[in-house]
Nanobody
Framework: QVQLVESGGGLVQAGGSLRLSCAVS????????MAWFRQTPGKEREFVAR????????DYADSVKGRFIISRDDAKNTMYLQMNSLKPEDTAVYFC??????????????????WGQGTQVTVSS
């Protein structure tokens, strides 16, 4: 059974930093693309960042580009999201996801097969 578990969320002041982790268990996905999405109440889950199977290719939503960094450590079966210069509008539940069928994937949440339960990030002004 595949499990994705996010951690690292919390409350931080604007301008601060947090590092989210996504630990994967049940099988390895070293040849699959992975991504982070986020969601606020009443809104659709939105794309934040994705990383290719090799870790070389990355893609970011315009709203986080230059502030967030996605990475992965396949030896640890873990993906990360380093979030810097946080803003109140970054407040959301953050989810990690895996597209088991693609090395690269895209920004469409419907392409992703496995999801974590989410971790809350709250940025105060």
């Amino acid at each position: 059974q595949v499990q994705l578990v996010e951690s690292g969320g919390g409350l931080v002041q604007a301008g601060g930093s947090l590092r989210l982790s996504c630990a994967v268990s049940g099988r390895t996905f070293s040849r699959s693309a992975m991504a982070w999405f986020r969601q606020t109440p009443g809104k659709e889950r939105e794309f934040v960042a994705r990383i290719t199977w090799s870790g070389v290719g990355t893609d970011y939503a315009d709203s986080v580009k230059g502030r967030f960094i996605i990475s992965r450590d396949d030896a640890k079966n873990t993906m990360y999201l380093q979030m810097n210069s946080l803003k109140p509008e970054d407040t959301a539940v953050y989810f990690c996801a895996i597209d088991r069928n693609s090395y690269y994937s895209n920004r469409d949440r419907r392409e992703y097969d496995y999801w974590g339960q989410g971790t809350q990030v709250t940025v105060s002004s």
